[in-house]
């Protein structure tokens, strides 16, 4: 946001704006952006452009837009068949018609091309031959290549460091090029830092003034990241070791700074934090498709102790569901503590606003889905630390754990469905320890999906052919971390994404919950 000098705001001509619309035109409208509104898919059927254009202007208002934003300018098109025009029903115009009005409504970039060089890192990005890369708008002066530069420290007591740029990038469309200068109004990449963060300024002078930032939600969740020590292991990955699996860690830690990693006692095992599931989960998607392997234990919360109570993030969850399936979402938030503050219906649809504790909205995008057959969609917005809410159960099934390794035959399997549902089909490799399935039941089902049937001279030929298995539930990775439970870890590979228990083995697994159950009996 600190890069732009407006915004676009796409809206279907159908559905209007949407729950997730709500937080980031709420940042753009915060830092004083100018947008201009698309209303979007005027080719569906039964559109209401009309009446999406007074539930924007509504929108604008809720989030306190200012007089400029308000009287935001609207177009209305289908960015699929390439055509825009000024107002519903008007003559089409090519797409070159929307260009001219960003150019004509948004404001050229409010910077000063006299004066010392200043800048500020709105992002931070990697390149293997230069290091880290500064990224942000010149809002004064210019920088070239071999400019002597200062980075500002973090605070006023911190002495600014020189710097000597040695390379600056110009960024058009999607890829990168090289530039010789980069001048006031350019959002440019420029290089030759050994540590820097977002929200520092660069500047020409070390007497300069640093640049307001705006500052970053904290991390509210923790994950551990593993070696992968399954039977299965350094078969379909490159990079197996711990070594490089801190190494890779420590990269993106350098490039992301709402990231961050620590050691653990174990050797081996890394704790990340992060603002939420997703973006771990976009991490590990990116190291997959880089070799990686790794094991990933469930989201936990990050808690505090505030005046000596124990506090734990919430979220303002805003959900968007059909009347018909508002009672088992309004169940569903209260069974994951959340507390209802706001209700509206429009068109059939119902907007929930809920105060909830972080840890219930792990695993509640799914349910959403399954308990709204996929209509349901909701968007989260930290808001603070409270007390903590106690305990929560956000999963009331069991699982399938296999207790024989090897490949798994459609003869077991089709036993094995009969108690649940299976999360693996007939070929694929399982080990003792591995999840393959779900019972409804909140226990653990040992399993057998390796077992074949005994051939004897009185069985008919042709008596297998009748077997017909149920297609399996394949999981995403977003998915996959939040379903586990904390006894549980994800087998991240390029190839797979594999449940697993913690333990393996199941006789030391029933020991240590023999010794969980008598410390708890202990101190209760």
């Keep these: 946001m600190k890069m732009v000098d407006g915004v676009m705001l796409v809206v279907d001509a159908y559905e209007g704006p949407q729950a997730q619309t709500r937080f980031v035109l709420k940042k753009a409208l915060q830092q004083g952006l100018k947008p201009i509104v698309l209303i979007n898919k005027m080719d569906r059927p039964h559109i209401e452009p009309h009446a999406v254009h007074d539930k924007v202007l509504e929108l604008f208002l809720e989030l306190e837009a200012n007089d400029d934003q308000f009287n935001a300018p609207f177009v209305y098109g289908s960015a699929r068949a390439g055509w825009v025009t000024d107002k519903a029903g008007g003559e089409p115009h090519e797409m070159t018609y929307l260009l001219e009005q960003i150019v004509k409504h948004i404001p050229a970039p409010a910077a000063d091309p006299n004066g010392s060089f200043e800048m500020l890192v709105s992002n931070i990005d990697w390149d293997n031959f230069v290091g880290r890369v500064a990224i942000g708008k010149v809002t004064r002066g210019s920088v070239k290549m071999g400019d002597r530069v200062f980075l500002l420290g973090k605070t006023p007591d911190e002495k600014p460091k020189p710097v000597k740029v040695t390379k600056v990038f110009q960024y058009t469309t999607l890829t990168t090029s090289d530039s010789v200068e980069g001048g006031a109004g350019d959002i440019v990449g420029i290089s030759g830092f050994e540590d820097v963060d977002i929200g520092q300024t660069v500047a020409g002078s070390p007497d300069a003034e640093a640049l307001p930032f705006v500052a970053i939600d904290p991390p509210t969740i923790v994950m551990q990241f593993a070696v992968n020590d399954g039977p299965l292991a350094g078969r379909e990955g490159e990079h197996v070791t711990s070594r490089k699996i801190r190494d890779r860690l420590d990269r993106e830690q350098k490039m992301n700074v709402t990231i961050s990693v620590e050691d653990t006692d174990t050797a081996g095992i890394f704790n990340v934090s992060a603002r939420g599931a997703m973006q771990i989960a976009i991490l590990v998607e990116q190291m997959r498709r880089e070799g990686f392997e790794v094991l990933l234990s469930r989201p936990m919360v990050i808690t505090k102790k505030i005046n000596d109570t124990l506090c734990e993030p919430y979220e303002t969850l805003y959900v968007d569901v059909p009347d018909d399936y508002l009672g088992g979402v309004m169940k569903s938030i209260s069974e994951r503590k959340g507390k209802i503050e706001d209700m509206s219906a429009h068109n059939g649809r119902t907007s929930l606003q809920a105060c909830t504790p972080t840890r219930g909205l792990i695993g509640f995008e799914f349910e959403l889905m399954n308990l709204t057959s996929g209509h349901g969609i909701h968007s989260h917005l930290f808001k603070e630390y409270a007390p903590h809410a106690g305990h929560m159960q956000t999963r009331g099934s069991g699982t399938l754990v296999s207790s024989e390794g090897g490949e798994a035959t459609a003869y077991a399997l ?51 052919k009748g077997i017909q298995l149920t297609p399996p539930i394949i999981f995403s990775l977003e998915r996959a971390i939040e379903y586990i439970a904390p006894d549980e870890l994800v087998e991240a590979t390029p190839k797979s994404i594999r449940l697993r228990k913690r333990i393996l083995d199941s006789n030391v697994r029933l020991r240590e919950r023999k010794r969980i159950e008598a410390e708890l009996e202990a101190a209760a």
């Design 414 to 464: 089709d036993t094995i469905q009969d108690r649940g549902k299976l999360f693996v089909t007939a070929g694929d490799q399982v080990y003792e320890g591995m999840i393959v399935g779900e019972n409804p039941r909140t226990d653990d089902l040992p399993v057998n999906p390796t077992r074949s049937k005994q051939l004897t001279n009185f069985r008919a030929a042709g008596s297998d």
